[in-house]
């Protein structure tokens, strides 16, 4: 079985632009999730889709933004680009959502942003 | 905001000893995991503990989690170089109008030296 896998892996934008990342989960995974990691604040939650509809959101500004498509892909946006906005983004889906049955999250490679 | 804690920071040590990563946490969990990255790649799920559980084993793995003490520890016996990696504790819990959240720690850095 395929993993999660997200396009593009690397990804340099300037200042003001905005950027889509794409996410494919694993085959039959309903739930998709999204993560931020930079070096300073780690990994932080940014939200999570479950057939369509987002079921849980982190502490970010409305600039970041998602949706999911009824074959369980799922896209975020990022509006207006700053420089702080540079990270490896991470994508994990799993079965059900993950407050239903705990269900681990299988995550993708990550895409990485560079803001300049 | 970062839920668990995990120490130390970084770690090196030589194949064949053994690695212990601790985590601490702040508020109430349903079930804590831990997952490894290799060099700014994906994150690889290792092992699940429920917060009933006190151990687990999987393989060279072993958790174990005091709910009391909010922490929990990561021990993987006979180290590899194939091991060097940074380590993640996450906790999951309910919050607010039933939604469950995984929150990561900042992770150790392990090295294993051949």
């Known amino acids: 079985k395929a993993g999660v896998t997200q396009t593009p892996r690397y990804l340099i934008k300037t200042r003001g632009q905005q950027v889509t990342l794409s996410c494919s989960p694993i085959s039959g995974h309903r739930s998709v999730s999204w993560y931020q990691q930079t070096p300073g604040q780690g990994l932080q939650f940014l939200f999570e889709?479950?057939?369509?509809?987002?079921?849980n959101k982190g502490n970010f500004p409305g600039r970041f933004s998602g949706r999911q498509f009824s074959n369980s892909r799922s896209e975020m946006n990022v509006s207006t680009l700053e420089l702080g906005d540079s990270a490896l983004y991470l994508c994990?889906?799993?079965?059900?959502?993950?407050?239903?049955?705990?269900?681990?999250?299988?995550f993708g490679p990550g895409t990485r942003l560079l803001v300049l | 905001s970062q839920q668990g804690e995990e120490d130390p920071q970084a770690l090196s040590i030589q194949e064949g000893e053994n690695a212990t990563m601790n985590c601490s946490y702040k508020?109430?969990?349903?079930?804590l995991q831990w997952y490894r990255q290799n060099s700014g790649r994906g994150l690889v799920h290792l092992i699940l503990i429920r917060s009933n559980e006190r151990e687990k084993h999987s393989g060279r793995l072993r958790v174990t989690l005091d709910t009391s003490k909010k922490s929990s520890s990561l021990l993987i016996t006979a180290s590899r170089a194939a091991d060097t990696a940074s380590y993640f504790c996450?906790?999951?819990?309910?919050?607010?109008?039933?939604?469950?959240?995984?929150?990561f720690g900042k992770g150790t850095k392990l090295s294993v030296i051949p």
């Open positions: 889709y479950f057939s369509e509809t987002q079921r």
């Open positions: 996450a906790t999951g819990a309910y919050s607010g109008a039933g939604s469950y959240q995984l929150t």
């Open positions: 994990a889906s799993s079965l059900a959502p993950s407050g239903m049955r705990q269900e681990t999250q299988y």
């Open positions: 508020t109430s969990i349903n079930n």
